[in-house]
């Protein structure tokens, strides 16, 4: 298997290995790309850091590295194996360009929030960065990704939004739409870590956590049909698709996290299959 993984290592993308090759093995499956996701393989015991700060190494030597979508074009991995070893990358982050998405005919109140709203809305951001700070040795996220319902991509990762023709903070998710009620499927395995009836931007709002504090978010539920500490597995009904919170109309919007790196969801599924 070491041998094996030894050939692969050259031909990884987007990679620099710095120095002379170290006597442990560290592979990365996925591309370097601002929105995007890889996993790691390395020797157990090895202590990774990418860019200073140190990131979850499973028993088995699984670990995660994610790329939010405004990235640099370079990020530094460092490895210290078990038997002393040590290894130095440059990865290589592709740039991406994103659209400009303007969206009219919101309620005022929605996009620019009274100083009582703000109230609210800093509570419900508390609660959301609270469930997406989880980080426990789960691996959830080993099984891969599926599409949480088909539909119409309406909505799409890093696109700036420009809301009744104010600027705003740019998109984080894919956005399906559907009529309410459609049933939204769990994409991975996981544990429900928050669900809300009615937050003041994202409507019926839950997250799942899928391990290494990766998470996904869905947003604008009508109806959440699990509960905090529900274990799901891929495949299960989890919600309706709604119109709640900031909407112009019926859909999904599904975010994923790494921790504090939001990533593109589509970068994990591929393009949808009608």
Same mark, same amino acid.
């Given at each position: 298997?070491?041998?094996?993984?030894?050939?692969l290592l050259?031909?990884?993308?987007?990679l620099?290995?710095?120095?002379?090759?170290?006597?442990?093995?560290?592979?990365?499956?996925?591309?370097?790309?601002?929105?995007?996701?890889?996993?790691?393989?390395?020797?157990?015991?090895?202590?990774?850091?990418?860019?200073?700060?140190?990131?979850?190494?499973?028993?088995?030597?699984?670990?995660?590295?994610?790329f939010?979508?405004?990235?640099?074009?370079?990020?530094?991995?460092?490895?210290?194996?078990?038997?002393?070893? +040590?290894?130095?990358?440059? &990865?290589?982050?592709?740039? *991406? !360009?994103? /659209?400009?998405? #303007?969206? =009219?005919? %919101?309620?005022?109140?929605?996009?620019?929030?009274?100083?009582?709203?703000?109230?609210?809305? +800093?509570?419900?951001?508390? &609660?959301?960065?609270?469930? *997406? !700070?989880? /980080?426990?040795? #789960?691996? =959830?996220? %080993?099984?891969?990704?599926?599409?949480?319902?088909?539909?119409?991509?309406?909505?799409?990762?890093?696109?700036?939004?420009? &809301?009744?023709?104010?600027? *705003?903070?740019?998109?984080?998710?894919?956005?399906?739409?559907?009529?309410?009620?459609?049933?939204?499927?769990?994409?991975?395995?996981?544990?429900?870590?928050?669900?809300?009836?009615?937050?003041?931007?994202?409507?019926?709002?839950?997250?799942?956590?899928?391990?290494?504090g990766?998470?996904?978010?869905?947003?604008?539920?009508?109806?959440?049909?699990?509960?905090?500490?529900?274990?799901?597995?891929?495949?299960?009904?989890?919600?309706?698709?709604?119109?709640?919170?900031?909407?112009?109309?019926?859909?999904?919007?599904?975010?994923?996290?790494?921790?504090?790196?939001?990533?593109?969801?589509?970068?994990?599924?591929?393009?949808?299959?009608?």
């Amino acid at each position: 298997m070491r041998a094996l993984l030894k050939r692969l290592l050259p031909g990884i993308a987007g990679l620099i290995v710095a120095g002379s090759a170290a006597s442990a093995t560290l592979t990365l499956d996925g591309k370097p790309t601002q929105g995007a996701l890889l996993i790691g393989r390395t020797e157990p015991g090895t202590r990774v850091t990418v860019d200073g700060d140190t990131v979850r190494v499973s028993e088995g030597g699984v670990f995660l590295v994610g790329f939010g979508r405004d990235a640099p074009a370079t990020a530094k991995l460092e490895a210290l194996f078990p038997d002393g070893s +040590r290894e130095q990358r440059e &990865l290589r982050v592709a740039q *991406r !360009s994103y /659209d400009v998405q #303007r969206i =009219d005919g %919101l309620p005022p109140r929605k996009v620019t929030p009274s100083e009582e709203d703000m109230v609210r809305i +800093r509570k419900e951001i508390a &609660l959301v960065k609270k469930a *997406r !700070s989880r /980080d426990d040795a #789960r691996e =959830d996220f %080993l099984a891969g990704f599926r599409w949480p319902l088909k539909g119409r991509i309406s909505g799409v990762y890093g696109s700036q939004r420009i &809301l009744n023709g104010k600027p *705003r903070r740019p998109h984080f998710g894919v956005d399906i739409a559907a009529p309410v009620g459609t049933l939204v499927h769990s994409p991975a395995d996981g544990l429900v870590t928050l669900t809300h009836e009615d937050m003041f931007f994202s409507g019926g709002t839950l997250i799942i956590d899928h391990g290494h504090g990766l998470s996904s978010t869905f947003i604008h539920l009508n109806a959440i049909l699990v509960k905090e500490g529900d274990r799901v597995r891929q495949g299960d009904p989890i919600a309706e698709v709604g119109a709640t919170g900031r909407v112009s109309g019926p859909h999904l919007d599904w975010r994923m996290n790494l921790l504090g790196n939001r990533l593109d969801p589509q970068l994990l599924v591929g393009p949808m299959v009608p």
